[in-house]
Each structure stands twice: as C-alpha cells, then as structure tokens.
C-alpha cells in the first residue's frame, strides 16, 4: 500500500510568486491536513480538509489556501510569497475525521528567495 | 488553547540503553489523543505510539513505552535497548477528541544514539 505522496520534493521560488504543493493521501483515506515546519515556530498547522472541505484552520493568513479533490487529493496554495514562508511543508492523511493516526508525507522542502 | 512542551532539546544515550523524553500538555478537554512522532533526517514523521486519555493503561510498542500521568498531564516516552536506528527528533503531540485529525506539536527533542 502506497504512502502519503508529496510532489515536488524541493522547490525554489520568488518572493512575490505563487506556488501549488500536492498531496495523495494513503489510499481509502479520506482526510488530509497540512502543516508547516519551520526552524523557528516548529510544526504548525495549516489545515484539514474531508470529504473535499475545509474542516479545520490554523492561524495563518489569508495567502494561505487549500483545496479537496473527489479523489481525495488535496493541494495547498501559497500567493505573493514572502521570505518567511520558506520551510518544510508536510501533509498528513487520516482515514476519517477523527480519532485515527495520522500518516505524513515526506514534506515539501519550499525555498523563497 | 492547547499546549505541548518538551523541555529537552537534545537528549543523548548509549546504544542498548534507556533513554526517557518529556512531554507535558495543557488541555481542559476530557477526550482527547496524544502521540510521539519520530522524524529522521530524511524528514518523514513517523508515528512511534499512541494513547486515548480514556484509557489508564500505558501504550506499549516494543521497545517503546509511554508513561502516562492524567493528573499531571505528562506523557513521556521510553525507548528500551536503545539503537543507533533510533536517533531522530521526537515530537510530542496532542490531538482533541472528535474535533478532526489537527495535531498541536512539541518543540522537538533531537536524539542522538552513541554506539
């Protein structure tokens, strides 16, 4: 059984750009959640999204977006990128909303510069 | 809100040792889940163990235990006969009953495992 798969591995951007990160979750589960780890703050989370809605939200801003296909895959967006948004970006899937594991991926390795 | 602490940000121990790391919480919420995830440097988080705080008894996984303290809201871990294999960062995390899958993390304790 194939794990989270996380696409790209590494990208470099500019400050200004936008960027799209994919993750496909373990198959048959349904929810998938994304966070952000930093040096700095540590792992925090962004989102959750089942059944292709957003379930939960963490602090962060508006630049700061996800979204839920059918399938279950989930992308998350980030516009006008800054310098602090540099950091490993890992999505975890779950097989329902609630009271099961989470399973990561292997993280987005995102460089603004 | 809830809060993970773990006030060790490196531990070290000799392999086929015992090495034990901290956690503490803060929650008023009576249902809830809390984890150790292990994160090697090739930076994939892995679950180690998991405990329902319903449950009294302390969750065992081979060679790793977990001490579990309600009252106190402790929840450290022990890894027995310790291996180089083992030496990564741990995190500690606590998740909220029936609110979904959103996991609140603590800072990290980097392992390293001297052979």
């Known amino acids: 059984k194939a794990g989270v798969t996380q696409t790209p591995r590494y990208l470099i951007k500019t400050r200004g750009q936008q960027v799209t990160l994919s993750c496909s979750p373990i198959?048959?589960?349904?929810?998938v959640s994304w966070y952000q780890q930093t040096p700095g703050q540590g792992l925090q989370f962004l989102f959750e999204?089942?059944?292709?809605?957003?379930?939960n939200k963490g602090n962060f801003p508006g630049r700061f977006s996800g979204r839920q296909f059918s399938n279950s895959r989930s992308e998350m967006n980030v516009s006008t990128l800054e310098l602090g948004d540099s950091a490993l970006y890992l999505c975890?899937?779950?097989?329902?909303?609630?009271?099961?594991?989470?399973?990561f991926g292997q993280g987005t390795r995102l460089t603004v510069v | 809100a809830q809060t993970v602490t773990q006030s060790q940000p490196e531990m070290s121990v000799q392999e086929a040792e015992t090495v034990t790391l901290s956690c503490t919480y803060d929650t008023s919420e009576s249902d809830y889940y809390l984890f150790w995830y292990k994160q090697p440097p090739s930076r994939q988080m892995i679950l180690v163990i998991r405990?329902?705080?319903?449950?009294?008894q302390n969750a065992t996984e081979n060679r790793f235990s977990v001490n579990f303290q309600k009252a106190a809201k402790s929840f450290s871990l022990k890894i027995s006969d310790s291996q180089l294999g083992d030496a990564a960062m741990y995190f500690c995390a606590y998740k909220k009953g029936n609110a979904g899958n959103m996991l609140t993390f603590g800072g990290g304790t980097r392992l390293m495992v001297k052979p």
């Open positions: 405990q329902e705080a319903y449950k009294q």
């Open positions: 999204y089942f059944s292709e809605t957003q379930r």
């Open positions: 975890a899937s779950s097989f329902r909303y609630g009271n099961t594991e989470a399973f």
């Open positions: 198959s048959g589960h349904r929810s």
